[in-house]
């Protein structure tokens, strides 16, 4: 039944040392999303992949990457995490980007990530 | 950029109340959403609004879609312990543009 799945749901590192989060999807959606969200605050949207185009918002650092190989599949990237990258790392997909219903996105239960 | 206001913040309530919270917007979105979220866990999509005036239930929940365009508003009726979470309001302008969430309102149900 699960939709939007994300693994691991905890993740501990250390800092510095890359890690990768992953997503999948079972709704063959077109667009996936990376959220950050940390302790009583709204989700960050960090960038998303529209089919295969990668679309990055302004202030994301350039220490978060993607990858999306597939429909099914998304990864977020941290190349070199630091103390202040630790949060919850959600994930979400809509269908599409235009018309009213198809851009509802839909989250993941998401990944908390621990930086020791 | 666009901001949502969200209130109130916070809640404390009495098991079998009614609890409303709303968001409003200095700019005008053609979609709201309500998304409630459990600790630990992602948020969950409760009630989608698309069209100015709609007023959609799913449940004990109720929202509306200001005719303004610029705010909404969730109502709970009979309120339960598993209403416990944060809701987050959430609005798009356009599909390509991204969703702008409130800051939640965070529901503590007394039994």
């Known amino acids: 039944d699960a939709m939007v799945i994300q693994n691991p749901r905890y993740q501990v590192t250390q800092f510095g040392k890359p890690v990768t989060l992953s997503c999948s999807q079972t709704?063959?959606?077109?667009?996936m999303y990376w959220y950050q969200q940390k302790s009583s605050q709204a989700p960050k949207l960090l960038f998303h992949?529209?089919?295969?185009?990668?679309?990055n918002e302004a202030d994301t650092p350039d220490n978060f990457q993607s990858r999306r190989p597939n429909t099914s599949f998304c990864f977020l990237d941290i190349r070199s995490p630091g103390l202040g990258d630790a949060a919850m790392y959600l994930c979400?997909?809509?269908?599409?980007?235009?018309?009213?219903?198809?851009?509802?996105?839909?989250f993941g239960p998401g990944t908390r990530l621990t930086v020791l | 950029g666009q901001q949502l206001n969200q209130s109130p913040q916070s809640m404390f309530i009495q098991e079998g109340e009614d609890v409303s919270m709303n968001c409003t917007s200095s700019?005008?979105?053609?979609?709201w959403l309500w998304y409630k979220q459990d600790p630990g866990e992602g948020p969950v999509l409760l009630i989608a609004?698309?069209?100015?005036?709609e007023l959609t239930s799913n449940g004990r929940l109720t929202a509306q879609f200001g005719i303004t365009r610029k705010d909404s508003f969730l109502n709970i009726s009979a309120s339960i312990p598993s209403d416990v979470g944060i809701y987050f309001c959430a609005g798009q302008l356009t599909g390509n543009t991204p969703l702008v969430f409130g800051k939640g309102t965070r529901l503590s149900v007394i039994a």
């Open positions: 979400a997909t809509s269908r599409d980007v235009g018309g009213p219903s198809g851009d509802t996105q839909y």
């Open positions: 992949y529209y089919d295969k185009d990668f679309n």
């Open positions: 609004l698309y069209k100015a005036g």
């Open positions: 709704l063959n959606h077109n667009v």
């Open positions: 700019s005008i979105f053609n979609t």
